[in-house]
């Protein structure tokens, strides 16, 4: 008895410090909640109140079937009765002239194990049921198939509080009926009931078909006219024939399978099918432009967008079609000058004709400079300039902004010798993402000599790693060999007093510059005007100090960068001026052209501020006196330099794939930004 004593203590002992064991170091994890219907579906059922709500999250998706409320026959939706069984468990049932009650008994309570009351008349009645199933069915196949089977004997089914009522349908009340909404065999419900189907149509009414449904199948079909609908009455099995019946003539019509776009070039859309229309007439093609039925080709004209649209019953129609279609759209033979548009896919028509209006000659309008700064001026001040034109004794061009397209007057053969190259200049643009970093490097000397240096003794050192990090001369050395830029503003910040001004990462179009401005007005005096009658007069004027930087990066055929950088750094200097209110502000500006590839980190350095301070302290009397006067004077240097560094990272970005990558990156920097795609 002691030794099973002792045994009890161990174990309780052993739990009691189990329970005491430290945490794990994995961060804690809180489950998402039950009441947030994204995740309800993966939750376990736990409690009676998750078995609720997931509940009524699956009802919310599903649809809800409408009730009959004046026969107060069935008041829970049958989709709901169904799913109170497993669709996975099987079972095997055989049952051969069982009277009412004990045809429940042996289904509701032993087979399924549900809770279940008999109506007085399932009691007394003296029917007989039989059901012998030779596979296995599963639960749900069960129930659907003795309700079934009850409501033919005249038994309906409800379901309340976890308990099924099982009882007589009442004499001279109008029949059990369930709704469904939908043209798809999952919006059917699956009842034994009959079942009233409210089905749209997809393409159109389809009202000649009621009289065919109600001959070819054992259901009551109504048009619901004022929907585009058909209400369908009876069995479900009926209604799913007349289902698949309406839904394979519910179809966009059968006569026009073939279909072609073209966009015509030298013609117009009008005079291309006018000249189509006569020509397949002369092949015995039939053709119509209005939608008139029992034609072979039928033709739809975009005039707005320039396009011209042929349906055909066979596909060798629209191969002939085809072929006039490129014998006809072509440039006219003669010399007769016609109006041509063309409209970009993918490019500005400003951009291409900036790029054709040298070729052409006798620009007007827009500047011949082809420089990203040129370009941003002219998208800026798109609205106060003149249109932009070319012209030569051959050809005019006219840049249309409002609708971005070209208009060239010229021949046909002169608007197709240039239409090849229109269409080489046309193509998507690339982008760069420019990731920038713009830090001061605060690079601190000292020179003490006397009292405060005999004290002081500063020889210290600045440490990275094992080693020192050198301060020549010239300014900090820069060594990028596989470190990024990140990598390298660590090793700086750790040896110097390093801070970053600016962090800032833009997308721009191959061939803009863009820009970034962070920085504040300060007001400084403008013009002093003196009057002798109402004497002098100063005016205010805002000068922008701060972060200013425009980059211009220009994509070369091997994926090359060339990027334009100019870099502009001021700030009021605390030293103040001999103007009274005027501050003086210390600027210091990177201007330089640099290649790298995508990836690549540039830097820039060098530009340095000195500021040089001399401080004499010394004790009253005592620092007088000849020769020992030095031991009481303390003289103190201070030489602060401040170094201004650019690094410019640019990445390449030419498709959707490029871009998620560098979306990804630039969302990763962030620890608590969520972005939803």
């Known amino acids: 008895m002691p030794s099973k004593l002792l045994c009890s203590l161990a174990v309780l002992s052993m739990v009691v410090l189990t329970g005491c064991q430290t945490t794990k170091s994995t961060p804690f994890s809180v489950k998402p909640s039950y009441l947030d219907a994204r995740n309800s579906k993966s939750l376990e059922k736990k409690t009676d109140i998750q078995e609720s709500a997931q ?3 699956q009802q919310q998706n599903a649809f809800n079937y409408l009730t009959n409320s004046s026969s107060h026959l069935m008041e829970v939706n049958q989709q709901t009765l169904l799913t109170q069984f497993s669709n996975v468990d099987t079972i095997k049932m055989s049952s051969d002239n069982l009277a009412v009650k004990d045809f429940l008994h042996y289904v509701f309570g032993e087979l399924l194990g549900v809770s279940y009351i008999l109506g007085d008349a399932a009691n007394s009645d003296s029917q007989l049921f039989t059901l012998n199933l030779q596979k296995k069915v599963s639960k749900r196949k069960l129930f659907s198939l003795s309700e079934e089977l009850l409501n ?12 099924y009522y099982v009882h007589k349908a009442e004499q001279g009340g109008k029949a059990n009926v369930a709704y469904g909404y939908g043209n798809s065999v999952s919006s059917v419900p699956e009842t034994a009931f009959d079942i009233i189907q409210y089905i749209p149509f997809r393409y159109g009414t389809q009202y000649t078909l009621v009289p065919t449904l109600n001959q070819l199948f054992n259901v009551q079909v109504s048009p619901a006219s004022q929907n585009d609908a058909l209400l369908v009455r009876g069995k479900r099995q009926e209604v799913l024939k007349a289902l698949d019946f309406i839904s394979m003539l519910d179809m966009p019509s059968l006569v026009n399978k073939q279909i072609a776009s073209y966009q015509p070039v030298y013609s117009s859309v009008k005079e291309l099918t006018d000249e189509l229309q006569k020509l397949l007439a002369e092949e015995g093609i039939s053709t119509t432009v209005d939608g008139q039925s029992g034609r072979a080709v039928s033709f739809v004209m975009l005039e707005r967008a320039g396009k011209l649209i042929a349906f055909a019953n066979e596909l060798e ?44 000659g006798g620009a007007t309008g827009v500047s011949s400079s082809t420089s990203a700064a040129s370009q941003n001026d002219s998208v800026n001040n798109k609205s106060s300039k003149a249109p932009l034109t070319a012209s030569n004794k051959d050809m005019r061009m006219v840049i249309d902004e409002r609708s971005n397209s070209l208009i060239i007057e010229s021949a046909g053969e002169k608007y197709r010798q240039i239409l090849p190259l ?18 001061e490097i605060q690079l601190n000397g000292k020179f003490s000599r006397g009292v405060n240096f005999t004290l002081r003794n500063d020889q210290s050192a600045n440490i990275v790693g094992a080693g020192k990090f050198e301060v020549g001369g010239s300014g900090l050395n820069y060594i990028l060999k596989g470190a990024s830029g990140d990598i390298t503003l660590n090793m700086l910040q750790s040896d110097t007093n390093l801070e970053i001004l600016s962090r800032p990462s833009i997308v721009v179009r191959d061939g803009v510059t863009a820009s970034i401005v962070a920085g504040d007005d300060i007001p400084t005096i403008g013009k002093i005007v003196t009057d002798p009658v109402n004497g002098s007069q100063t005016s205010i004027e805002y000068r922008k100090t701060g972060v200013q930087l425009s980059v211009t990066p220009t994509i070369n055929a ?42 690549q980190t540039v830097v820039l350095g060098g530009l340095m501020r000195e500021n040089n301070s001399i401080s004499d302290r010394a004790v009253p009397g005592f620092s007088s006196i000849p020769i020992l006067g030095k031991l009481f004077d303390s003289t103190e240097k201070s030489n602060d330099k401040v170094e201004l560094i650019v690094m410019v990272t640019p990445k390449i970005i030419e498709n959707g794939d490029a871009w998620r990558a560098v979306k990804k990156e630039f969302i990763g920097r962030f620890q608590y930004l969520k972005v939803e795609n």
């Open 55 to 57: 509940v009524k999250v």
């Open 152 to 163: 033919q004997k005249g038994y309906i089914v409800r379901f309340n509080d976890g308990i």
């Open 317 to 360: 129609a629209l191969k002939r079609v085809e072929h006039w279609v490129h014998e006809l759209d072509k440039p006219s033979a003669g010399n007769e000058r016609m109006y041509h548009i063309y409209q970009p896919k993918f490019a500005r028509a400003t951009d291409l004709g900036q790029s054709l209006q040298l070729l052409i």
């Open 422 to 439: 229109i269409k080489r200049l046309d193509v998507m643009p690339k982008q760069v993402m420019l990731e920038v970093v713009i830090a």
């Open 558 to 599: 091997q994926g090359v960068v060339i990027m334009e950088i100019s870099q502009r750094i001021s700030s009021t200097s605390p030293t103040s001026s001999e103007l009274e209110g005027a501050p003086i502000v210390a600027e210091r500006t990177i201007e330089t052209e640099v290649v790298a590839e995508s990836g």
